[in-house]
């Protein structure tokens, strides 16, 4: 069976797909996916430009005829062929109930899982999935058991507020001290490192570090695996909240450097949502406690997390997703996310009244950026910009709050979004500043 354009687009024909397995998307399917998109070769900076490529990713998404979607960052959205294959899963075991989830459902898992492993570039006990990274990041915070009374632990304003508060909990629970510091603004890589060094050497009896790699408050990316090395080097963990990183950057676990992370896969990998998955490096899941009530094998990551009955269909479309996203290109996607940014941030990053949260440093961000207009810091004043991008230009954003100096709007375009998307948003905040 061939599948041709009109079919991989339109959603008639892609319910007619015959999907089978459990490991990805099918060998025939994969090959049309791949005929369909006919993906160019050559440096990754090359092809995000090329707008006849990402025409044809683009055709793989139904996107609402009533908005531009600039807030990609909440959850992703599954191509047309992941979604696909997400249906038949929810039919299949809906057909086949507890059979399924007695007889077939451990071994499927644990295939996706290994794939989900192999994607990530660990070994498949060192990874357990979650129902999304602040699960993962919230067991790695509260479980994490080499505190002793009166050390420290630490975050920055820009960190996660939900993982700054299990933070919170620790502290309260083992009579440890929190440490808290600003991240500088505007940041560049020596001032972030400097703020890092100082924050550690001000507080020698620091024993766990959050780090949040790509930030979803203003998208920028720290050098976490400098700064892991940094805090090794002082006897502290570090936990890594890589809740956008995976599929928005082309990088492996490793890159990072650390024991302890907590990542998604229904942001930008295209996974359904509601599934994540924390890691925990070989020889360091001893330093993790064993899930409350659990009580399975101390040496077996499983044992850290016990959610009980989960959605069976959710874990099974990961290796379509993951499918899906190599065949758009591992380095190509972030390079086009990349692309639109750079599109719309040039575009105003001069202009009077706008402050950018990102630097253009290549190594310190990734699609997601954020903007302030000036002396407009407050809540009230970021959600009143947020709804003038909706209401008056049908573009939609959100607004982010926690960051030192204020509120802001964060934008995050993905693969269904084109340069003429980019171009209205900068024409909208240069209007939105003027006034």
């Not at 015959?18 to 060998?27: D, E, I, K, Y």
């Not at 459902?105 to 060192?126: I, K, N």
């Not at 402050?355 to 290549?362: A, E, F, H, K, N």
């Amino acid at each position: 069976m061939t599948l041709t354009r009109r079919s991989f687009l339109g959603t008639a024909g892609l319910a007619g797909v015959a999907l089978a397995g459990t490991r990805g998307l099918t060998a025939e399917t994969l090959e049309a996916v791949q005929d369909t998109l006919r993906r160019p070769s050559g440096p990754a900076d090359v092809v995000a430009r090329d707008e006849a490529y990402w025409r044809r990713v683009a055709g793989a998404y139904k996107v609402s005829p009533d908005f531009t979607n600039m807030e990609a960052g909440y959850f992703g959205m599954m191509a047309a062929p992941v979604l696909a294959e997400y249906h038949r899963q929810i039919d299949r075991v809906n057909l086949q109930s507890s059979y399924y989830a007695r007889r077939q459902w451990s071994a499927e898992a644990e295939a996706a899982r290994a794939r989900t492993a192999e994607f990530l570039g660990a070994a498949p006990g060192e990874i357990v999935l979650t129902r999304g990274a602040t699960e993962a990041l919230q067991r790695l915070i509260v479980q994490y058991n080499k505190l002793e009374p009166g050390d420290v632990v630490m975050y920055a304003d820009l960190d996660y507020g939900a993982m700054q508060l299990a933070m919170n909990s620790l502290v309260e629970r083992r009579g440890a001290v929190l440490a808290q510091f600003n991240i500088p603004e505007p940041a560049t890589r020596d001032n972030v490192l400097a703020a890092y060094d100082t924050a550690l050497k001000a507080n020698p009896r620091v024993k766990l570090l959050l780090l949040t790699h790509l930030n979803n408050k203003t998208g920028l990316v720290i050098p976490v695996k400098d700064i892991v090395a940094m805090a090794r080097a002082r006897g502290a963990d570090s936990i890594v909240d890589a809740a956008h990183s995976f599929g928005q950057m082309d990088l492996k676990l490793d890159d990072m450097g650390a024991d302890f992370v907590g990542c998604n896969l229904h942001k930008w990998i295209g996974a359904p949502v509601g599934i994540g998955v924390m890691y925990i490096k070989a020889g360091r899941l001893g330093d993790i406690d064993r899930m409350l009530g659990d009580d399975g094998s101390e040496a077996r990551i499983e044992s850290r997390l016990h959610t009980g009955t989960t959605n069976f269909a959710t874990t099974l479309t990961v290796p379509a997703a993951i499918d899906f996203h190599d065949a758009v290109g591992a380095a190509y996607k972030p390079a086009r996310i990349r692309y639109l940014r750079d599109r719309w941030v040039n575009a105003v990053r001069r202009t009077p009244g706008v402050d950018i949260l990102t630097p253009d440093d290549r190594d310190m961000v990734a699609g997601i950026t954020s903007f302030r207009i000036r002396g407009r810091g407050s809540r009230e004043d970021n959600q009143a910009v947020a709804a003038e991008l909706l209401d008056r230009y049908k573009l939609f954003t959100v607004w982010r709050t926690g960051l030192s100096q204020g509120d802001c709007v964060r934008v995050t375009p993905s693969l269904y979004n084109t340069p003429a998307d980019a171009d209205r948003l900068a024409e909208a905040l240069t209007a939105i500043a003027r006034r």
